[in-house]
């Protein structure tokens, strides 16, 4: 069955150590999101890629960093930049023509300790 | 600015009682709107979306939601809720994104609890 997939499911890090969330999906999706979860303040846009090779800053990129080598895969890195690290991550994927449906993955929980 | 305002943070119910979850959003064009719904530690899942036609939208699972531009609403009704309903609901508004895909817009989400 064609989805995406987000490991690890939970994650621990100590402060000051980057992180590497990992997102890969097989539905030949082009474009790609990261998000962050917080209670109470619903998503908020990372970053997002539409094509391999390139990405854009979403609305809270600091202390991020993504990359885009191929299709299937848009890993997400914490940087011991980033000051309040502990969160729920998700990722999407989507077509760029058409409808743009998302489809979502089943998240990471990153916990810094 | 794309936004959306989900102004209940919580919401409970009892078992086959009518449901509205409100929703409104501000976007500068017609929008896309959506709603979805996310049980503890999970993903997001699609239950309706609205592009464009008729106003009054049906989904999975028995909900729909009506689109009024007038008072800029996507409120979500299901007429009889289930236990296996509760879970976190989240309005969304789309903007297509230069180059193709959507940047959605969530709103802070209605947490559903539902009395047996």
């Known amino acids: ?8 499911k939970y994650l621990f890090r100590k402060e000051g150590q980057n992180v590497t969330l990992s997102c890969e999906q097989n539905l030949n999706h ?30 809270i990129a600091e202390g991020y960093s993504v990359s885009r080598e191929k299709k299937e895969s848009f890993p997400l890195t914490v940087t011991s930049a980033q000051k309040n690290p502990t969160a729920f991550y998700l990722c999407a994927s989507s077509m760029v023509s058409g409808e743009n449906l998302y489809t979502f993955g089943s998240g990471t929980r990153l916990t810094v300790v | 600015a794309q936004s959306v305002t989900q102004p209940d943070i919580h919401i409970t119910v009892s078992e086959g009682a009518s449901l509205e979850l409100r929703c409104n959003y501000s976007y500068g064009a017609t929008p896309y709107l959506f709603w979805y719904v996310q049980s503890p530690g999970q ?40 236990w296996s309903d509760a879970a976190e609901y989240f309005c969304a508004v789309g903007g297509v994104l230069t180059g193709g895909g959507n940047k959605l817009t969530f709103g802070t989400g209605t947490q559903l609890k539902v009395e047996l």
């Open chain 1, 1 to 8: 069955d064609g989805g995406i997939t987000q490991s690890p």
């Open chain 1, 30 to 59: 082009d474009a790609m999101y990261w998000y962050r979860q917080d209670p109470g303040q619903g998503l908020r846009l990372i970053y997002y890629s539409q094509i391999v090779n390139d990405f854009q800053k979403g609305d």
């Open chain 2, 43 to 82: 993903g997001l899942q699609l239950l309706l979306k609205y592009f464009s036609g008729d106003t009054l939208v049906q989904g999975i699972k028995g909900f729909e939601a009506e689109f009024k531009r007038s008072q800029s609403s996507f409120n979500l009704r299901k007429p009889s809720v289930h």
